[in-house]
C-alpha cells in the first residue's frame, strides 16, 4: 500500500497556490491509518517514551493513536485561550504574521520523555514553537513525527538543526 495515495490534494485551499494535503481520506482508511501510526511509531517501540503532545487538532487524532500505541501519555499543545488549566504559552510564525499556542503547566514533567506529532510540517513554525514549549517545561523532546513533510519549506531541518530527530512517512514536492 502507497501512504501517499491515501491523502488527497485540495488545489487552491484556503487560498490560492496552496495545494492543501487533506489527511481526513488517509483516516478514513483504516488500513491506511494503521499503517500511518505503525510506520511513525516503529523506532520507538521500548523506548519507554512517557508522553505523546499533538498539535492541534489534526495532530490530536494521530497522536493518541500513536500513545495508545506506545501505551504513553497524551498531551494537547492548543491554540491560545483553549486549555482550561494553568498554562505556558509561546508565539509561533505563520505565513503571515504570528498565533500563540499553549500547553497545561503540567502537561509534561521535568525529565519525561515526549514525542512531538503533527500531521505535516512546512516552514516548521509550528513544531518549533511545541518544542519550545515541551523544553521549557524541562521534557526530553525525543522525536517529532509527522505523516507529511513539504521538505523544500525546510521545517523538519529546522527541527532537526534545534537537536530534536525527525521521522516523516510521505513528501510533497512545493508547498
Ligand atoms: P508550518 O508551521 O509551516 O510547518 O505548518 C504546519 C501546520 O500547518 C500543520 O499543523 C499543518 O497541518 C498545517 N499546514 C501547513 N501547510 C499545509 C498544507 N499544504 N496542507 C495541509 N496542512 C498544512
Known sequence: MILADA???????????ILFRDITTLLGDAR?????????????AGAKIDKVAGIEARGFILGGAIAHQLS???????????????????????EYGVDEMEI???????????????DLIATGG??????KLLSNLGAEVVAACFVIDLPE??????????????????EFAGH
Do not use: M, N, Q
Open 7 to 17: 491523502i488527497r490534494t485540495i488545489p487552491d485551499y484556503p487560498k490560492k497556490g
Open 32 to 44: 491506511a491509518f494503521r499503517r500511518a501510526v505503525d510506520e511513525l511509531v516503529h523506532p520507538f
Open 72 to 94: 504513553a501519555g497524551f498531551v494537547p499543545i492548543r491554540k491560545k485561550g483553549k486549555l482550561p488549566h494553568a498554562t505556558i504559552r509561546v508565539a509561533y510564525s505563520l
Open 104 to 118: 497545561h503547566t503540567d502537561g509534561v514533567l521535568r525529565g519525561e520523555r515526549v514525542i512531538l506529532v503533527d
Open 126 to 131: 509550528t513544531a518549533e514553537g511545541a518544542v
Open 153 to 170: 519549506l525546510g521545517g523538519a531541518d529546522k527541527i532537526r538543526r534545534l537537536g530534536v530527530p525527525v521521522r516523516t512517512l510521505v
